[in-house]
Each structure stands twice: as C-alpha cells, then as structure tokens.
C-alpha cells in the first residue's frame, strides 16, 4: 500500500519561511518524479515544483520562482518544498503526489495515482 505523508504546514506571517515534508512508503519512488500541488479554497489544484530522479532538474510554477526550493531524498523517499518570502496568495492545501507520468504531463494532477491527505499552508497579512 503507498502512503504518502505531508508534515510542516501551519499558520505564518507574510514574509515568513516554512519547510514542508512528504514521507513515501509502500512503494519504489526513486525513478518517478515526486511533485508538489496546492489547492486553496474555490481554486482548482495547481502544481508547484516537482523534481524527477532521471534528471534531477527542479521544476517550479512561475509564482514561486526565487522563493521555494524543491528537494528529495531518494535513499530516505522524501521529498522536501522550502518555501521562503511567503505571500498570503499561497494560503492552500499542499500535497505530495507519486506516479509515473511523461514530461509533458508533470503539472497535471490526472496524471498522478498517489497522493497525500495534505497538509494547510495559511499565510496572514
């Protein structure tokens, strides 16, 4: 059974700094990329930064460029998002995912089979 485990979220003041894990487990992650989505109230799920192990380029949304860090641990199957200078916009539930999919797929949700429970992000004003 894969399992994937969101820690780190939590309340923070515009301008603020949180580091959000995603604990892997039940499955081989180490050749597929591991991806980090948001979703905030009445918005669709959106990506945010993704790293694949076969090339191991980190890959961001532009609104986050500069500011968040994508990060993972093959030997430990973790995936890490530092996220630096946040803004009140980035207020959402993020989530880890897991899957196989192409490149040209990376950023779309559908293309993921594995997901976390998520874990909210609030960021104040």
């Known amino acids: 059974q894969v399992q994937l485990v969101e820690t780190g979220g939590g309340l923070v003041q515009a301008g603020g700094s949180l580091r959000l894990s995603c604990a892997a487990s039940g499955g081989t992650f180490t050749r597929g990329p591991l991806t980090w989505f948001r979703q905030a109230p009445g918005k669709e799920r959106e990506f945010v930064a993704a790293?694949?192990?076969?090339?191991?380029?980190?890959r961001y949304t532009d609104s986050v460029k500069g500011r968040f860090t994508v990060s993972r641990d093959n030997a430990a199957n973790t995936l890490n998002l530092q996220m630096n200078n946040l803004r009140p916009e980035d207020t959402a539930v993020y989530s880890c995912?897991?899957?196989?999919?192409?490149?040209?797929?990376?950023?779309?949700?559908?293309?993921?089979?594995?997901w976390g429970q998520g874990t909210q992000v609030t960021v104040s004003a």
């Open positions: 790293i694949r192990w076969i090339d191991k380029i980190p």
């Open positions: 995912a897991a899957g196989t999919p192409i490149l040209s797929a990376l950023r779309q949700p559908a293309s993921y089979g594995y």
